[in-house]
Nanobody
């Protein structure tokens, strides 16, 4: 069973930056597509960004486009979400997910999920 572990969450002021990491338990995940999702208190989970296993294709939600960057380092089997110019509305628990073939924004298509890391943006 593949396990994903997110890290890098915490408290940050509005306008600041934070980098999240997603590290899987197995090296085979380096060939999986990976997505980041988030769930704010009282809201449904929403798509944030996704990246193909090659690292060449990325997809972003409109709400984070131009502020967030997803990238991966397959040499160390880690996917990152660099978040800049954070806003209070970015406050959420962030989850990474891996898919064996799917690449996109539909969470139900992802096969494996992490436990999440909380990001709180203060105004």
């Amino acid at each position: 069973q593949v396990q994903l572990r997110e890290s890098g969450g915490g408290l940050v002021q509005a306008g600041g930056s934070q980098r999240l990491s997603c590290a899987p338990s197995e090296r085979t995940v380096r060939t999986y597509n990976v997505g980041w999702f988030r769930q704010a208190p009282g809201k449904e989970r929403e798509f944030v960004a996704a990246i193909a296993w090659t690292g060449g294709n990325t997809l972003y939600a409109d709400s984070v486009k131009g502020r967030f960057t997803i990238y991966r380092d397959n040499a160390i089997n880690t996917v990152y979400l660099q978040m800049n110019n954070l806003k209070p509305e970015d406050t959420a628990v962030y989850y990474c997910a891996a898919a064996t073939t799917y690449r996109g924004s539909r969470g139900e298509e992802y096969n494996y999920w992490g436990q999440g890391t909380r990001v709180t943006v203060s105004s």
